[in-house]
């Protein structure tokens, strides 16, 4: 079994900075592509941002320029930058990483942009 645990999360002012980092542990053999997920309240959940094992990475157009997502393979930890935030980046937000065939989720973390 693999697991994902999503730290940094919190209550932010708009304008302000959060750093999220997702660490997987378990039976980890080798981990593919890994992304960011986030659910608002009455939406449905969608892809912030996500980067294969190589390092390319993609963005939803709503955060382009203002979140950076990484990885660091040696450590099994991903990491979202996310600047500038604003009261729309209001979400849960969700680890996910895939090893072979299987998707593995984290249980999220709450981030909370106030105006």
């Known amino acids: 079994q693999v697991h994902l645990v999503e730290t940094g999360g919190g209550l932010v002012q708009a304008g302000g900075s959060l750093r999220l980092s997702c660490a997987a542990s378990g039976n980890i053999v080798s981990i593919g592509s890994m992304g960011w997920h986030r659910q608002a309240p009455g939406k449905q959940r969608e892809l912030v941002a996500g980067?294969?094992?190589?390092?390319?990475?993609n963005y939803a157009d709503s955060v382009k320029g203002r979140f950076t997502i990484t990885r660091d393979n040696a450590k099994n930890t991903m990491y979202l930058e996310m600047r500038s935030l604003k009261p729309e980046d209001t979400a849960v937000y969700y680890c996910?990483?895939?090893?072979?065939?299987?998707?593995?989720w984290g249980q999220g973390t709450q981030v909370t942009v106030s105006s």
């Open positions: 980067i294969s094992r190589g390092g390319s990475t």
């Open positions: 996910n990483m895939w090893q072979y065939t299987r998707s593995y």
